[in-house]
């Protein structure tokens, strides 16, 4: 009776420790399920080659050479039990890994002789064993082996934005997104993500030619601030190109092709200014970065503004530049975040005052190397140019933030159809300010509250 009972006891103790396992490997299989639903088709295929890259790592390994043979035992510890050789132990250096839609990230930790070097002159082996297009080796950190591998290159093919589902309809609810949260512009040709915040950015430009993507770019960045709550979004646009989407819910708009009605609007953002100014003594502080529905990040966008900037009615173009200067050296603490966007960013475009308060630049093709050294004082020394004729359509040369140097960008792919599905999507939720105007209308100032057409 007490050995029955003492084998119960213990077969109930383990069932007990059987449980966190069990919790654990369902765990587990719950998260690689839903990681599974939630990936777009090109993620899936990463992710069945990230398992494969696991199955067949304790074979790939040594065949790179990047695996260590335990120092040379005694001979008695070469024997085994029975007096027959024992194999030499073979360490593999632990990994995991991360897929993503361009491919795998492996993850290893460095072994004794086998560090940076090492991996770099396996990734012929490792890119062939994984069946990459190219692997990219870094350090960073001691200790650590960074590989990258690429099914495809970010550079290549256009990527669907993220603010769209797999079948092109909106992916994101207004109001989901507010001013302190990342916008994603596009990768870089690491497959790094490259993104904005416009709570904590500054001002920004816009620059390339016709047909080189920049629209693309620039529509990233007005949907996301329409779909973001506490952003309120003003277009000045001769051209209605990139504000035609946005008419019937931006805070303001303009489509003048005199320099006058813009230089109104700027104006108006400029009261606006100056009625904060008493946040800085109430607040206690030299620079606004908590937004609200009360208090929101005013973005102003400008469309083409060379057409201002160049304009024949000298008086009425330097009213415009001097609100617009005052704007971009000054707006910045007062939650305004100027973007400009211009096919040709040269001196008679744009001022080196100007241009030096525009801390974000994106420069897709340009006409000539000067336009681009514009934006890119250092740029001679890159490989390629934004003036290169073979730079292709939706790929720029981009500084961003705290970027210690240039890089190739491809921008999210958000097309012209899909910012009008977001904006009906605005309209259905209440947020739409003023009616299209009438084909017989040829340029219009609106003002919030009021319809026009």
């Known amino acids: 009776m007490t050995t029955l009972h003492a084998f119960l006891s213990s077969a109930a103790v383990m069932w007990w420790l059987l449980i966190p396992l069990v919790a654990l490997i369902a765990g587990r299989m719950l998260f690689t399920g839903v990681r599974w639903l939630r990936a777009d088709t090109e993620t899936r295929v990463s992710l069945r080659q990230a398992r494969r890259i696991r199955r067949t790592w304790r074979r790939l390994a040594p065949m790179a050479e990047l695996a260590v043979k335990d120092p040379t035992p005694t001979q008695l510890q070469q024997l085994r039990s029975d007096g027959t050789p024992a194999p030499a132990k073979v360490r593999i250096p632990r990994i995991t890994t991360r897929a993503d839609t361009f491919g795998v990230t492996v993850t290893a930790t460095a072994l004794p002789r086998v560090g940076l070097e090492a991996w770099q002159d396996a990734a012929d082996d490792l890119r062939n064993g994984w069946g990459m297009q190219r692997v990219k080796v870094t350090q960073p950190r001691p200790g650590t082996i960074t590989a990258r591998g690429f099914r495809r290159e970010p550079l290549d093919a256009p990527i669907p934005s993220p603010l769209l589902h797999h079948d092109g309809t909106p992916a994101l609810t207004p109001g989901t997104l507010t001013s302190g949260d990342d916008v994603l512009l596009g990768w870089d040709e690491d497959g790094t993500p490259i993104r904005v915040n416009l709570a904590a950015g500054a001002h920004g430009l816009i620059a390339g030619v016709t047909r080189s993507g920049k629209s693309i770019t620039v529509n990233t960045l007005l949907a996301s601030a329409s779909l973001t709550r506490d952003v309120r979004l003003v277009v000045i646009d001769p051209n209605l190109a990139a504000a035609a989407p946005w008419w019937r819910t931006a805070h303001r708009v303009c489509s ?163 910012c009008w599905q977001i904006s009906e999507t605005l309209c259905h939720a209440g947020r739409q300010i003023r009616n299209l105007p009438s084909s017989a209308i040829g340029t219009v100032s609106a003002v919030p509250g009021k319809a026009t057409g």
């Open 256 to 418: 003048a092709t005199h320099p006058d009605e813009a230089t109104e609007v700027l104006a108006g953002v400029r009261a606006e200014m100056r009625r904060r100014e008493a946040l800085f003594w109430s607040a206690r502080t030299d620079r606004i970065t908590a937004f609200s529905n009360d208090l929101p990040l005013l973005l102003v966008v400008i469309d083409e503004v060379a057409n201002y900037t160049r304009h024949t009615d000298r008086k009425a173009r330097e009213r415009f530049e001097a609100e617009l200067l005052a704007i971009a050296s000054q707006g910045a603490k007062f939650g305004v975040r100027l973007w400009l966007i211009t096919q040709k960013p040269s001196a008679d475009v744009l001022s080196t005052a100007m241009r030096t308060n525009l801390s974000a630049r994106i420069c897709h093709r340009v006409d000539t190397v000067e336009d681009f050294l514009h934006l890119f004082p250092d740029g001679r020394d890159l490989e390629v140019t934004a003036a290169d004729r073979e730079l292709p359509a939706g790929v720029a040369i981009a500084a961003i933030g705290a970027m210690r140097t240039l890089v190739r960008m491809r921008s999210a792919h958000l097309p012209t159809e899909a």
